[in-house]
């Protein structure tokens, strides 16, 4: 991942923002820059949690919950008593549902100072406004 893709990610990372859209073609060279970050922020015992619609919450290559909806993804990831970074790849046509937006932004309200972020990454999507 380029340099000036990486940058705006580590200047919302240092802001605080816990819930952070990433518009990506490059999800792997984005998840391994993620990867990047959660190592210097938390060691290297605390992988990226990620979801997608095929494999639900995994932690590397373990799976943690099918969790086969967006709904139940935001609900396991909330519920997530530590730290960490939480990646979502296929949100994108579910930030349409108001549901969905209104979930993105109760979790944006609760990891705030929590050390807890949420990555949206999708392609030419836009985060629903506050």
Known sequence: MRNERVSP?????IAGYPVI????????QTVAALAMFARSVYGADRPLIRWDLSHGLTCGENTLDPAPTPEVALERIA??????FF?????????????IQRRVRDLGQAFRGQNRFVFLLGS???VPPP
């Not at 859209?21 to 792997?28: A, H, K, Q, R, S």
């Not at 990646?87 to 549901?99: G, K, S, Y």
């Open 79 to 84: 519920a997530h008593p530590e730290p960490g």
């Open 87 to 99: 990646v979502l790849h296929d949100m994108l046509l579910a930030l349409e549902r108001p549901e």
């Open 9 to 13: 990610i580590k200047r919302a990372l």
């Open 21 to 28: 859209g990433v518009n990506t073609w490059e999800e792997d």
């Open 124 to 126: 030419d999507f836009r």
